[in-house]
């Protein structure tokens, strides 16, 4: 518990002040609810003394109006303190996880599912939240009021005091016996939890394919078997935990009549006065409820400990390392010298070098899977080289800081994600503190602000999640102009084109010359009129640069970009007779 305890108070970060002042309080709510025990012996002690004065009901009111109106400020500082801790805790984790996410390798997403990550910032951190202000209060008031309880009834009397620690440390026995049957049991659940999200998460993104295949209703069997777990899980804590909480309570209610079995004997035999007997069966009462609610906060605290366990386990994500520096080069040339890349044991990349001149446009071509898009990510620095290193200006990528990096570079994917946001926010994510006129000037250079005026509240429209509302074309559009208003000095295009319908084609080719006038443009194409006025054209092959040059130096070679032009050339040529 102790130890639980430490990790709860180094987790809360920031919020130890607000932990360390509800502790404080906690006692002072303990005193308060002293006094309303005070004002009952007061009441009962004049009853039986046969007192019909007001003084005793005076007294008695005082002490009353006293513990009400202490346990009511104490308790809602206290709450309000714990509750303030709880939230806070997890918000801040989410926003340290989410700064950790911006930089480890992307090859982490790949190697863990986002639904596991999305399950911790959502299941496993909401419970954090939740549970940390219940453990808190659970625990501090249920050990402060068991040990206040107690020690009255030992004033009162010593044997019937004997009879409530000696209930209370058998049920603490029980408790300590059932905590370490749920400490092995709750890691499992908090997997359970995670893993449920993450394939509920899967199957709701597969729902086109599960529809296609006709499999509406049926089910999935990894989404099937995934809440099976989830709910053997559950159920086999539940079957594990109930003999331990039957036992408990038994503890207690023979304890309980236990106590008031002496009580009445005690007083009968001369041994014990009538208003202590009638005090240590009231308080008796008040004790086995405090030491319930002990033992509600300890079995929420395990469920709290796994929870942060598996946070923790998520923060050890690996990180790049970066320089400490923001680096503006004077020139934005983009060097690579022998660089090497490998998706685990498969080489991808093998030893390129090229050179690409500031303020000049480079296509890169080649077949599926030679390795262009994991050129453009490694200059992005998405992944880090194996061997060999890359520069811009000059200065290798790993001397810059992540974001100072992500400042020289905006990449317009074939693949668009748009927020469930405004269309004004998703533009003004490449510029967070850009004015409405800077965002409606990128949509007009991006030809999209005619499409945006037509939608209902216009810059303000909300937009699906991924832009699910939105055309292709028009998705593509807005994120040129997200990658206008950032007016980074180096553009990437990830084959921006490829799946834009001849309708859009012109106008999104537009909204591409005015990004890139006056940059360096890296582009991966397939078409030929988007790569025939580069500068220079890389072929890349089995990830190794196999021809370098212009367009008309390499029609004039036999290799892979001539056929490239040819089959271009074919294919455009081509109709139905």
């Not at 430490?6 to 919020?15: D, H, L, Q, V």
């Not at 296509?363 to 290193?389: E, Y």
């Not at 295009?493 to 537009?510: G, H, M, S, W």
């Amino acid at each position: 518990m102790i130890g639980t305890f430490r990790k709860i108070w180094s987790f809360s970060g920031t919020e130890q002040r607000n932990i360390n002042r509800s502790v404080a309080v906690s006692f002072l709510n303990a005193i308060f609810r002293m006094f309303e025990v005070s004002a009952i012996y007061f009441t009962i002690t004049a009853l039986v003394s046969g007192n019909s004065g007001l003084a005793p009901a005076w007294i008695a009111l005082c002490f009353m109006v006293l513990s009400i109106v202490g346990n009511a400020v104490t308790n809602r500082f206290s709450k309000l303190q714990q509750t303030h801790a709880g939230y806070f805790m997890a918000a801040n984790e989410r926003l340290k996880l989410g700064n950790r996410l911006k930089s480890v390798p992307m090859g982490y997403f790949n190697e863990n599912n986002l639904g596991e990550i999305s399950g911790v910032c959502t299941t496993v951190l909401g419970n954090v939240e939740t549970l940390v202000p219940m453990v808190l209060v659970n625990i501090l008031s249920g050990f402060i009021g068991t040990v206040v309880f107690t020690v009255m009834i030992l004033v009162f009397d010593w044997r019937i005091g004997l009879i409530a620690a000696a209930a209370i440390l058998l049920y603490l026995f029980v408790l300590s016996a059932m905590e370490k049957k749920f400490a092995a049991a709750a890691p499992n659940a908090q997997k359970s939890q995670t893993a449920m999200t993450a394939a509920v998460l899967e199957y709701v993104q597969g729902m086109g394919v599960v529809k296609s295949f006709n499999l509406s209703g049926k089910g999935d069997k990894k989404l099937q078997d995934t809440l099976e777990f989830s709910r053997k899980s559950n159920f086999d804590i539940e079957v594990l935990l109930t003999p331990y909480a039957i036992a408990q309570d038994l503890i207690l209610q023979i304890a309980g009549i236990g106590i008031m079995l002496s009580a009445v004997l005690l007083w009968l035999h001369g041994q014990m006065t009538t208003a202590n007997a009638l005090m240590s069966i009231v308080v008796s009462f008040l004790v086995f409820g405090q030491i319930k609610l002990f033992g509600m906060g300890i079995t929420m605290m395990r469920l709290a400990d796994a929870s942060i366990d598996r946070t923790i386990a998520t923060e050890e994500m690996e990180q790049m390392e970066e320089g400490s520096r923001n680096l503006s080069p004077e020139s934005h040339e983009i060097t690579l010298e022998n660089v090497h890349f490998s998706y685990g044991k498969r080489e991808i990349i093998r030893g390129i070098s090229a050179h690409i001149p500031d303020h000049t446009t480079t296509a890169i071509i080649g077949p599926s899977g030679s390795g262009k898009t994991t050129l453009c990510n490694l200059i992005a620095r998405f992944w880090d080289v194996d061997r060999g290193s890359i520069k811009i200006g000059g200065i290798d990528l790993r001397d810059y800081t992540l974001e100072g990096l992500m400042e020289q570079i905006s990449m317009v994917f074939q693949s668009v994600y748009l927020f469930e946001d405004t269309i004004e926010n998703n533009i003004k994510f490449g510029k967070p503190n850009a004015t409405h006129e800077e965002v409606v000037e990128a949509a007009k250079k991006a030809c999209c602000d005619d499409f945006i005026q037509t939608l209902p509240e216009g810059y303000q429209t909300v937009i699906g999640e991924g832009g699910a509302s939105l055309s292709g074309g028009e998705k593509q559009r807005l994120s040129i102009a997200r990658a206008l208003l950032k007016d980074a000095p180096i553009i990437v295009l990830d084959e921006a084109t490829a799946n834009v319908d001849p309708e859009n084609e012109d106008r999104l080719q537009k909204a591409i010359e005015a990004l890139t006038e006056n940059k360096t443009i890296l582009m991966i194409a397939h078409r030929l009129k988007t790569v025939r006025h580069a500068n220079q054209i890389l072929v890349v092959d089995h990830g190794q640069i196999v021809q370098c040059g212009t367009h008309e130096e390499l029609i004039a070679q036999k290799g892979i970009y001539a056929t490239f032009v040819t089959d271009r050339q074919k294919a455009s040529g081509w109709k139905l007779n």
